[in-house]
């Protein structure tokens, strides 16, 4: 029999509970008792559904307040010496400090989780550190599994993925850097310390790991656990071949007990490349995930050991749209031909990147919604399967023509094809989008336009979203507050966001944004090619949940989106104003996008309407205009030899949302949670005129790479992390401006933020502003 199993499953619960425990946690409503209370309810709800569902192994240890890397960091004893860590267990305290920081010190590195926009908590390493098994939340988990009389499956992050994520430190350079004034019930979130020692290399770490590992296996045998998913995504990067070496090294130790049995599991791309290899390790079986590699089916299947099972994601954990069961059993079925009994049907990743139940929403119309599919869904995509590799078609004949159909009426639907889309991008040809003149030449259009001083000051975008601001726009949607109505509210808190900038001393202002929902989502309500959910939630990190629009068909714009709000915003005040706009990238990234026509082309489209919002606002005397791309480099292909071709049309799309701007326009771009030194000639190749980038929490070290490129435009480096609320004082930020001026010539630095400032409260918020201001006078004063 066809076993059917699920690498991972939603954290946050179909109303979100999760977010809400975690947040009434942090503000003192209820204690850490309730909270584990309630994590324990939603880990049962969501194991009983997965069962309901026909899964038979019920992974474990999927489930975390925060983070599964950081999971992983607390039961190896991996717990930063800022913390004051007693070597006990990791308590909740600790747990948090680590990722969202404390009054004392800021919290470990938040990046990008492989080509996803879910954000994992950075394991920080130091030379001779020690691990040691410091958390029991994995086994309590097991024993709460077990005693609902169910199988578990313990899922827990391989030794060679959690060492290549992490990040070598120097300890004594953390020291000298660690904050030495801080804000009453602070938090930080983010890049803590600086480079390691030369001669440090992480990969040294391992036989110290290894231990600690046999440990984890230990205790799960002692539970009676059968198998253990071993999640080894790092295997679909080019890595080097002492890691490949380690992982063989690794996983000979690990093998050398009799039981629980080891999945090692593969996702995010092909690891055809290590088949021999993985094929030969002691573990008991391989999961591959071949909705994103399909091709590398046979390079295992050619030879495939007789004494492992293979399991194969053929149902997508990274999308919404419904599966075509006869291309996966198509798929499969060679597999199942081959291998009988030992063919396992899974996902193709964990479906925490997945909404969580598809029949909450009883708002999209009949049409779109039977082309759908969220977690429960797939899961039971995966049963249909497999009762018909099973049991044949005549088992499931009447649920898989309900799917045929679906999956026919989208390829033939009217809603998805534009003629005049199509006509304009066939009209683009080879153009790549450049503006008329480089660089050198617009900044002097542009210094003789806006006469800004040296170090000149801005925000991101986005100032608090109040309690008021989030009724108001509830309200309006629910019809309970007029169009004008909601128009004044937007306007009073556009204006008092002005007036609280022009008190600062800003230069280049904001209107706030307050009346965006999301970066993403706003302008995706606004273009035609799109449609939205109610509760279609994802996970993006901690508590932070985000719902991706659906691209479903070809994109334009209808009208103008943001124009009237930023001439209100201008008219406001004699300073430059900046039209704040969301790039073709990062929309795309953030959404989840139609998969019947190459990513490339919906990024062009999206551009093509982006830059009719662009022209709008030019024509409207808006000069200074922001197309963020926080995505772009969330976009890298997993593989090197498949970079160069990405990395060209994305920059192309850019250019081309910007290409109508002329010389005395300024476009800013904002990036952020970005690795940027292997990328860096492509970012050039964007041509924006100012780019923004997240750089406090790593004291300035993403600069480094700038430096070495030798950047042509101008830079803002942040200054301060937004996603804590805790206020860096005015010393802490001149030290990061000191720094960024040893990098960047002082006439092309901005002083900015991290990023936007929706998240933070206005007592936050002012006083930082207060200080980054004056950090930039104090630097003025110096030239």
Known sequence: MTRVHNLGFPRIGHKRELKKALESFWSGEIDGMELEARAAQLRERHWRIQQTCGVELIPVGDFSLYDQMLDMSCTLGAVP??????????????????ARGSSSQPAMEMTKWFDTNYHYIVPEFHEGMDFALRSERLFRQVREAQGLGLAPKPVIVGPITYLWLGKEKDLAAEAVHAPQHHHDDSACCGHGGSSAPAGFDRLSLLPKLLPVYGEILAR?????????????????????????????????????????????????????DHAQRLMALPVAGLHLDLRRAAQQRDAFLQHYPSDKILSLGVVDGRNVWRTDLDAALALVEPAAKSLGDRLWLAPSCSLMHSPVDLEQETELDDELKSWLAFAVQKLDELAMLARAL???????????????????????????????????????????????????????AQRERFHLPLFPTTTIGSFPQTPEIRKARLQHRKGELSDADYRKAMEAEIAHVVREQERLDIDVLVHGEPERNDMVEYFGEQLAGFAFTRHGWVQSYGSRYVKPPLIFGDVSRPRAMT????????????????GMLTGPVTILQWSFVRDDQPRERTALQIALAIRDEVKDLIDAGIGIIQIDEPAYR??????????????????????????????????????????????????????????????????????????????????????????????????????????????????????????????????????????????????????
């Open 390 to 444: 099973d049991h044949g078609m005549e088992a499931v004949q009447g649920p898989w023509e309900s799917a045929r159909a679906a999956v026919a009426s989208r390829r033939s639907s009217q809603r998805i094809h534009n003629a005049a889309v199509a006509a304009r991008l066939d009209a683009l040809g080879s153009d790549e989008g450049h503006r008329k003149n480089p660089y050198p030449v617009r900044a002097k």
């Open 634 to 783: 969330e976009g890298l292909p997993l593989k090197r030899k498949d970079w160069d071709h990405y990395l060209g049309w994305a920059s192309r799309a850019f250019r081309i949302s910007a290409q109508v701007a002329p010389d005395d326009v300024q476009i800013h771009t904002h990036m952020c949670y970005s690795e940027f030194n292997d990328i860096l000639p492509a970012i050039a190749a964007m041509d924006a005129d100012v780019i923004t980038i997240e750089t406090s929490r790593s004291q300035m070290e993403l600069l480094d790479a700038f430096a070495h490129f030798q950047y042509p435009n101008e830079i803002g480096p942040g200054v301060y992390d937004i996603h804590s609320p805790r206020v860096p004082t005015e010393a802490e930020m001149v030290h990061l401006l000191e720094k960024a001026e040893r990098v960047v010539p002082a006439e092309r630095l901005w002083v900015n933020p991290d990023c936007g400032l929706k998240t933070r409260k206005w007592p936050e918020v002012t006083p930082a502003l207060e200080h980054m201001v004056a950090a930039a006078k104090a630097m003025r004063r110096r030239h």
């Open 220 to 272: 799960l045998r002692e539970l009676g656990v059968e198998w253990v998913q071993m999640d080894e995504p790092a295997l679909t990067q080019d890595l080097p071949g002492e890691w490949l070496e380690a992982l063989d090294r690794a996983y000979a130790e690990l093998g050398k007990s009799a039981a629980p049995k080891i999945l090692l599991a593969t996702y995010f791309e092909s690891v055809a």
């Open 563 to 578: 124009v009237d709000w930023a001439r209100y915003a201008q008219s406001l005040s004699s300073r430059p104003m900046k």
């Open 81 to 98: 010496p800022r913390y004051g860590f007693d070597g006990k267990e990791v308590d909740l305290a600790t747990f948090f400090a680590m």
